[in-house]
């Protein structure tokens, strides 16, 4: 087998994809501006820093140097000490920046302008809970600061998260108020081709359902697209939908910190839970809802240590690959966000019910209602406009969504009938429940019923439906049961829906040609084009 080409734990990727962001910061910076650049735990700010030295250092007259993080020990001494060394000047007596900038550009044998790259400044804010009147790094940055305005050939870039603004808010500042504001967003669709071409290259070029299937199930999040490569890469098959699923239920099970530190990114425990409180809220909505309402979720609890405001929790979400938001996040109202669909906003939990049946139909409406939501993440360009991604894909991202919600599933046929699209258990108990996914309106979804019923054993005593369109009209649910389930022998029963977006839900009763009872529930979904 090939070198695996994709590492997610390395900062020096052998396939990486340079983004557009890049040229546009290196010139601000290479006219002696200053940046923040914001970015939740695996966003790619050090795998862009790399990337942005390497664009700087193709400009000419200019040298740009990284400063991977703070010292061990922050005080305004150890700052001044790794500065010198990072610019290779004496640092012996530093008493100031200024001091070791100057010392840097007299030696005379350096470019004219210098660019000084800060990885981790959540970190410099470390010292915040220290009772201190002049709190160490907040010296250093604004000696950076007044150094940088005072000599045009000097550019800065930090990189951060939710710190920054504890940075902001308790130490204060003159660095962060003058500095340019951008965020890392996810990849796209797009990026995941060019991300995949080794496939290609070994003859194995990965099908477009799976990279669809990878884009849903990661959200595009660097680190999850880079994992979910270096999994899929290390197979000794061709990958299927299926074989996603399965590599991010086992991350999720192997790397809990590495998903805390994802939630510690935009929503700490001791500086704000606002952020979490605003996602829940978007993850509720329709797509739209009242700038009101989100603000007043920013100034609650009293005991938040920092003071965010709507504009920064908005902030931190798209910087940690969680929403997208449509227009102006300063002024529109009402903000229309939608959470992007992946694994770090698929529900981890819900309220259990009492049989296996109610239980498979209560978590398959949650997912739907998420999925309803995101709905628009879910079309692809068509000849004649948008189309609907295949249901290898949403069966891909509803089995992820179920497996995090405690079900397990099963690989293998159902007996010669072919494969369902889901065959699950849960809490490790022996009874099974299957499920198929279909489109309305291509091949085989008016035969879902009969298809599930075929799959019906002794084990089985749940299965569902789902039925996904995207047409327009009222009319579906009253077609639906005409066309599909007005057979002799099934007992047809319409659900009230309550608070869901489903159209409709019908439960229905039959006997297998083997004479087993089945009941199946069929869940149908519209999912708007814009959402």
Request: aromatic fraction near 6%; charged fraction near 25%; hydrophobic fraction near 40%.
């Amino acid at each position: 087998m090939a070198l695996n080409p994709y590492d997610w734990q390395s900062h020096q990727p052998v396939v990486a994809i340079a983004r557009p962001e890049v040229t546009q910061i290196a010139r601000r910076l290479a006219r002696g501006g200053s940046v923040v650049l914001f970015g939740g735990r695996g966003m790619g700010k050090s795998v862009f820093l790399g990337q942005l030295q390497a664009e700087i250092e193709r400009l000419p007259s200019l040298r740009v140097l990284l400063v991977p993080g703070p010292p061990s020990i922050l005080t305004v001494e150890a700052c001044l000490g790794q500065l010198a060394e990072v610019l290779g000047v004496s640092g012996r007596g530093a008493l100031s920046v200024r001091g070791l900038v100057d010392a840097y550009f007299d030696r005379g044998d350096v470019p004219e302008r210098l660019v000084l790259l800060f990885d981790e400044f959540d970190r410099y804010a470390q010292s915040h809970g220290e009772a201190s009147p002049n709190p160490p790094s907040r010296g250093f940055f604004n000696d950076l600061e007044i150094t940088r305005r005072g000599r045009r050939a000097l550019g800065i870039l930090a990189t951060g998260s939710i710190g920054v603004y504890a940075f902001r808010d308790v130490l204060g500042s003159s660095f962060l108020s003058r500095a340019e504001h951008r965020s890392l967003g996810p990849f796209d669709r797009a990026t995941l081709s060019e991300l995949a071409a080794p496939f290609a290259e070994r003859a194995e070029r990965l099908r477009e359902d799976v990279i669809e299937s990878l884009h849903l199930a990661t959200g595009g999040v660097p680190a999850l697209v880079t994992y979910g490569f270096e999994e899929l890469w290390e197979l000794d098959q061709a990958p299927d939908e299926r074989h996603v699923t399965d590599v991010f239920v086992r991350f999720q099970e192997l790397n809990r910190g590495y998903l805390d530190d994802v939630r510690r990114s935009f929503s700490h425990p001791r500086l704000s839970r606002a952020p979490q409180r605003i996602l829940d809220l978007i993850q509720r909505s329709p797509g739209e809802i009242s700038r009101q309402v989100l603000a007043a979720a920013c100034e609650e609890p009293e005991h938040d240590g920092l003071g965010l405001s709507l504009v920064d929790a908005l902030d931190l979400l798209r910087a940690a690959g969680l929403i997208r938001v449509e227009g102006s996040i300063s002024t529109d109202n009402p903000v229309r966000a939608r959470p992007i669909p992946s694994l770090l906003t698929l529900p981890s939990e819900a309220p259990a019910a009492r049989t296996l049946g109610e239980q498979l139909v209560d978590d398959l409406t949650l997912l739907l209602g998420k999925l309803h939501r995101s709905a628009a993440d879910f079309f692809r360009p068509a000849p004649r406009g948008k189309r609907l991604v295949p249901e290898s894909v949403f069966t891909a991202h509803l089995a992820l969504g179920l497996e995090l919600l405690g079900w397990r599933g099963e690989r293998e046929a159902q007996s010669g009938a072919g494969r369902t699209d889901l065959k699950l258990r849960r809490n490790g108990g022996e009874e099974m429940a299957v499920v198929e996914v279909k489109i309305w309106g291509r091949p085989g979804a008016r035969e879902a019923q009969r298809q599930v019923e075929s799959y019906w054993t002794a084990g089985v005593v749940a299965g569902a439906v789902v039925q996904l369109t995207d047409a327009g009209g009222d009319d579906l649910p009253e077609a639906y049961r005409r066309e599909c389930l007005d057979r002799p022998g099934l007992e047809v029963e319409e659900v009230s829906l309550g608070e869901t977006p489903l159209l409709a839900r019908f439960a229905c009763k039959s006997r297998t040609a083997d004479g087993l009872e089945a009941s199946v529930d069929h869940l149908l979904l519209r999912l708007p084009r814009r959402s």
